[in-house]
């Protein structure tokens, strides 16, 4: 079985996890490292484990090395041997080397990275073929460079003729494996997208509407409330994987009956894995062919901000940063006003939408989908979007 095999039940129990992360000697790191470890604490619930201890250092830079320094490696030994911890999680992208280093130093602690946790999330919440097979290929990719004592089959190996025999290093013939999976998930979902390309192109005439976001701020939930779907809706990260369509009728104020698509797509998060990124862009091409983005914002976050950035990033990153946008201000029943020394709310609800109102370029609404509260003003927002791409598309169009 591979070394790092995760696995995080043991005997019904969770394991025991210990944080790193790594703040870099600027004005504001430090906050922004214990506010990433707040988001890891919950990937690793998520995971089904238990935080025991969290540790920062700042540094320059990692220590290409071991991440860390050896007096923050010294003082993480002592505390994963006093509290027996059973894995360390690094809130960055480990390399190679820098993995091999940490297990030589914690011999039967696990060491894993955020990359790591978050492909493991994917794989326990993929429920169809297409989503397992895009979550293996994200897994393999990100595997392909790591094999260091990873293999599983050795003792299977066969010679043979066209073979280099039994002098071949194992790691040669694991990376073979592994890239012939590679190419075989390749071609699944390829042909997985070649169909679902033949479905859209059935519903073309109808405007299409894809909800994005940060992961876990309601996405799932508006898509519920607007097309009385009856889609997953759990309060954690990565519930939806797979994006999934609707038919939409709202009801015009001239009384006619529009019809829309909308789907739901997986949700984003800092430092989400390139190969994730990669082996769901034919999710995501949903939100490539979407007339309108619902951009979703969890309002009662209070770092809600950098999460819009996240996204705002990964849309450019896909190709879908000059989309149409209406932004989504959700879950405003848990806006908690900030308050001054004194304890005084600097900036009320009402405050709060009209400050985003006047400075986003983009249209808001405000709304709470768990309590429909606003409802009709997210359907006439969407209705009056939807009029002003349909007349700027009627313009374009050559007499």
């Known amino acids: 079985m591979p070394r790092n095999k995760i696995q995080f039940v043991r005997d019904h129990e969770p394991e025991k996890a210990v944080l790193v992360a790594v703040a870099l000697k600027q004005p504001g790191q430090e906050y922004s490292a214990t506010e990433y470890l707040d988001e890891l604490e919950l990937l690793v619930q998520t995971a089904g484990a238990l935080t025991i201890g969290r540790f920062i250092q700042k540094l320059d830079r990692p220590s290409s090395k071991t991440y860390i320094g050896s007096g923050k490696l010294e003082e993480i030994r002592d505390f994963v041997a006093l509290h027996k911890a059973d894995m360390l999680v690094f809130d960055d992208e480990l390399s190679p080397a820098q993995i091999r280093n940490l297990e030589s130093e914690f011999k039967e602690v696990k060491i894993l990275d955020r990359s790591s ?28 460079p790591r094999l260091t004592r990873m293999w599983t089959h050795l003792s299977k190996q066969k010679g043979g003729i066209g073979m280099r025999g039994p002098g071949e290093q194992e790691i040669e013939t ?78 015009t104020a001239e009384g006619k009956i529009e019809e829309c698509l909308i ?36 309002a009662g976050n209070p770092h809600f901000e950098a999460q819009m950035d996240v996204v705002k990033e990964t849309l450019n990153d896909i190709g879908a940063g000059k989309k149409p946008v209406l932004l989504v201000f959700n879950k405003i029943d848990a806006y908690v006003a900030p308050k001054d020394d004194f304890g005084t709310e600097t900036m009320s609800l009402e405050d709060f939408e009209k400050s985003w109102m006047a400075k986003e370029h983009h249209p808001v609404v405000f709304i709470s989908a768990t309590r429909k509260q606003n409802t ?24």
């Open 174 to 251: 694991d990376r073979r494996a592994l890239r012939n999976q590679i190419n075989i998930l390749k071609e699944r979902l390829k042909n997985i997208e070649g169909q679902s390309a033949v479905q859209r192109k059935g519903r073309t005439a109808k405007p299409r509407i894809a909800l994005v976001g940060y992961t876990n701020v309601g996405k799932s939930t508006i898509m519920n409330l607007l097309t009385k779907a009856d889609i997953l809706a759990e309060n954690k990260l990565f519930a939806t994987l797979d994006t999934t369509v609707r038919k939409w009728s709202p009801q």
């Open 117 to 144: 946790l978050i492909l493991h999330i994917f794989a326990q919440n993929a429920q169809t073929a297409q989503a397992k097979w895009q979550v293996a290929l994200a897994q393999n990719h990100y595997l392909l």
């Open 263 to 298: 789907s739901d797509t997986v949700g984003f998060i800092r430092k989400l894995p390139h190969e994730l990124i990669e082996s769901f862009k034919s999710t995501l091409s949903e939100v490539l062919e979407a007339d309108l983005l619902l951009h979703v914002v969890d």
């Open 376 to 399: 009709a003003r997210l359907q006439d927002a969407i209705l009056r979007e939807l009029s002003k791409i349909n007349k700027l598309n009627k313009n374009a169009q050559p007499y």
